[in-house]
């Protein structure tokens, strides 16, 4: 338990840096050249890789690749939604509890037995 719960904090910081370098300079830079903004985002997606390749290791020898996957992909979800909502400015939609139900059943699938 103590793989899984080190995995998955390692991946919820590195999934921080990710979404800001994907998409914070949609408001932050967006009267800038492209070439700026990619040059800033790669910048910040390099302290996103060197949180995410541990924690991916850490995560493997205790979880299969698939169960690394969907647990990514829920962790995703969880630091997107507050991110849009808070950082972004947009709409709470319900389309985000949707696509969390949906996840909710990938974790099942790749966890059960």
């Known amino acids: 338990m103590r793989v899984i719960l080190t995995t998955a904090g390692l991946l919820t910081c590195s999934n921080v840096f990710m979404t800001f370098a994907w998409y914070a300079h949609l408001r932050d830079l967006r009267n800038k050249a492209w070439y700026v903004a990619a040059i800033v ?4 997606a390099l302290f996103e890789y060197l ?3 541990p924690a991916n290791r850490t995560g493997y020898s205790n979880l299969s690749l698939s169960q ?3 647990l990514q992909e829920v962790i995703t979800l ?4 507050p991110f849009a909502v808070l950082y972004m ?7 985000f509890l949707w696509a969390g139900f949906c996840l909710l059943g990938a974790v099942y699938f790749m966890f059960r037995g």
């Open 41 to 44: 985002s790669w910048s910040i």
């Open 78 to 81: 969880g630091v997107f939604v």
């Open 89 to 95: 400015k947009q709409p709470m939609k319900l389309d």
């Open 68 to 70: 690394l996957k969907i």
């Open 51 to 53: 949180i995410q390749v």
